[in-house]
């Protein structure tokens, strides 16, 4: 059960000091590998922008033009697709991205023509798909940002949601690169690249140690690495980050099965 694409106290700890920085440094590996801009837009795109955006028009007249630009069918027509996650520069390659994918192409584009532009997480319904013997959660991120005169906008690329009737968090360019690692990491397990999925969710767990969705997918990823203990480990780190997270506590219960640990 992997979650790809939002802290509650701790409920769960198994282990002494000692023992939980020993398998925390076996888990996360050592140091950091150099991070890509997943922003980072290619000097024709940025002609482009500047081509078809002028830096005097309104806010609301540079919003409007950037819209038509990215996702009209005369133009650049890019569309929706659930299963890819990709930097801003592959997703204008491919025309297709997922809400990430696109979100992130957004946030470059407009902050180039000057608009003002942020991620953000929406807490919706949780929505399933299955994938050979894997069960994927997917979740939602939008972009918003001001306008003139205080006025707000939201680009959303899953209409069925109301954004204004759900709850809604405000997340960093570095807490997005977290998620955008945990995506990979992800698709990387269903796709049976275990050593890619480890390599990807530690960096998103580098960048965000208190995310419990990324040590859920470490779990699932470890425990087809065959490292049980620390598919376990990974599994009570992401429930003593949220005690709510039924996909970490789901896959526990199942490790537990499969270990004949039934007490």
Aim: with cysteine; hydrophobic share 40%; glycine share 6%.
């Amino acid at each position: 059960c992997c979650t790809a694409c939002v802290q509650e106290k701790e409920v769960l700890r198994e282990y002494d000091e000692i023992d939980e920085a020993s398998l925390l440094e076996e888990v996360l590996g050592e140091g950091m590998v150099p991070l890509p801009d997943i922003l980072d837009l290619s000097t024709e795109f940025t002609a482009l922008l500047d081509s078809r955006i002028a830096s005097k028009w309104s806010s609301r007249h540079k919003l409007d033009e950037l819209r038509k630009l990215l996702y009209g069918k005369d133009n650049l027509n890019i569309q929706y697709d659930a299963s890819n996650t990709l930097a801003a520069t592959e997703t204008l390659k491919v025309k297709s991205g997922n809400c990430l994918s696109l979100t992130g192409l957004f946030i470059a584009s407009a902050r180039h023509v000057g608009l003002d532009a942020h991620y953000r997480t929406v807490a919706v319904d949780p929505m399933w798909n299955h994938d050979g013997n894997t069960m994927i959660r997917y979740e939602h991120i939008i972009a918003t940002g001001t306008l003139a005169a205080g006025e707000t906008y939201v680009m959303d690329f899953l209409p069925e949601f109301v954004v204004e009737d759900m709850r809604t968090m405000l997340i960093t360019d570095e807490e997005a690169l977290s998620l955008y690692f945990n995506n990979l990491g992800a698709e990387a397990i269903v796709e049976q690249r275990i050593d890619d999925a480890i390599d990807n969710l530690r960096s998103a767990i580098k960048l965000q140690p208190d995310f419990p969705d990324a040590w859920n997918n470490m779990g699932a990823a470890m425990r087809r690495a065959g490292n049980y203990q620390l598919a376990e480990f990974s599994y009570l780190r992401a429930l003593s980050q949220q005690e709510s997270n039924y996909s970490a506590l789901g896959n526990l219960s199942q490790l537990y099965t499969y270990m004949g640990r039934t007490e």
